[in-house]
């Protein structure tokens, strides 16, 4: 249990990290220039990224096997506590407020993301498990 809680911390430190530094870089200088839709938009795809890095550090680093779904949704569980309870409270919105506000496609995006963000882990050792490279002779590399 405490190696899914220190793996779920892990993953859920490094992509939280990293949004948390572009959240900033979003709002002040892509929301003014292209509009929210659009700059979440943008991010998206870094973020995930992130998570795929993140994920395959994560399992690797922490040798989760059957432990690597655990590990995601303890480590969603630890984004959607952080968000609800202290970025609502730093934007001083409530619960009704955060979901009304978001927008429709962005706001899809994020919610799949999230899902994603709880798989990832699991998606990572699964096809990590599956492929395993052999060695790499010099006819294999032409």
């Keep these: 249990m405490t190696r899914i809680l220190k793996a779920a911390g892990t993953y859920f430190g490094l992509v939280f990290g990293v949004g948390f530094i572009l959240g900033p870089i979003r709002i002040l200088f892509i929301v003014p220039r292209f509009g929210v839709r659009i700059a979440e938009l943008m991010e998206a795809p870094i973020m995930l990224m992130v998570m ?3 994920a395959k550090w994560v399992v690797q680093r ?3 096997a059957r432990a690597a779904l655990p590990v995601g949704l ?3 569980g630890f984004m959607l506590v952080f968000e609800f309870a202290v970025v609502m409270r730093m934007r001083g919105i409530t619960l009704a407020e955060y979901f009304h506000e978001r ?3 962005s706001g899809t995006v994020y919610y ?3 899902v994603l963000f709880a798989l990832m882990p699991l ?3 699964s096809a990590h498990r599956w492929y395993k490279p052999g060695p790499r ?3 294999s590399l032409r």
């Design 137 to 139: 002779t010099s006819a």
């Design 123 to 125: 998606l990572f050792h």
């Design 112 to 114: 799949v993301l999230l």
């Design 52 to 54: 795929v890095f993140a």
């Design 103 to 105: 927008d429709p496609v």
């Design 74 to 76: 303890v480590a969603l």
């Design 62 to 64: 922490f040798n989760l």
